[in-house]
């Protein structure tokens, strides 16, 4: 089946960086869409890309879908303490349904 | 505004226990779907309904059940659970179709023992 690869697994960063995390797929998607899960809490959506070359912004977050379709980049700019969390990507797979990555867990350095 | 909810926020069974996990939404989207979260796997679909009595299977359906009776309504039943079926399940729900926004509840917390 399709799969997503995201990466990197866990960032560490320290407060007032700026963060990217990146996802790929192993064929052509036709939606992105980006999450941030909390602990405890389910996962809340961030950006929806649906067309390649797209570029849309969310406050400091930034994502844009690949022109080749395959990939996309969530970019978070000036980091701050409540960025902690884990970022999901996902896309349209087979069957027309979404399949998401397996995220990635940033930790901000206060 | 309630959005979509989940209920019970945690739940510890025996296995080969009946277990039913509920899911409301408020805000009359056609589409439902229920997921699991397990580490290492990331979310992945078990069942979805595109509107009131049309279910399909998701990546892993075997030993849930699923209805639909009323738009707002999507339960999922563990017909006899198992160990394996200890994970985070979560709801979603979308308004457009199952390769758009969804927008998912706070998730209910499985374990069987």
């Known amino acids: 089946g399709q799969q997503l690869n995201q990466s990197p697994q866990s960032m560490f960063i320290q407060e007032g960086e700026d963060v990217s995390m990146n996802c790929t797929s192993s064929s052509i998607f036709n939606t992105w869409l980006w999450y941030k899960q909390d602990p405890g809490e389910g996962p809340v959506l961030l950006i929806a890309l649906y067309k390649a070359g797209e570029l849309t912004s969310n406050g400091r977050l930034t994502a844009q879908f690949g022109i080749t379709r395959k990939d996309s980049f969530l970019n978070i700019s000036a980091s701050i303490p409540s960025d902690v969390g884990i970022y999901f990507c996902a896309g349209q797979g087979y069957g027309n349904k979404l399949v998401f990555g397996a995220g990635t867990i940033l930790r901000v350095k206060s | 505004d309630a959005g979509i909810t989940q209920s019970p926020r945690y739940k510890i069974t025996e296995t080969g226990r009946q277990v039913t996990l509920m899911c409301h939404q408020t805000w009359s989207h056609s589409y439902m779907f229920w997921y699991r979260q397990d580490l290492g796997h990331g979310l992945r679909l078990i069942y979805y309904?595109?509107?009131?009595?049309?279910?399909d299977k998701g990546e892993v359906p075997d030993g849930y059940v699923v209805s639909r009776s009323k738009t707002e309504n999507f339960p999922l039943t563990l017909e006899s659970a198992t160990r394996s079926q200890t994970s985070v399940y979560f709801c979603a729900s979308s308004e457009v179709g199952p390769s758009y926004e969804q927008y998912f509840g706070p998730g209910t917390r499985l374990t069987v023992t």
């Open positions: 309904s595109a509107a009131a009595d049309i279910t």
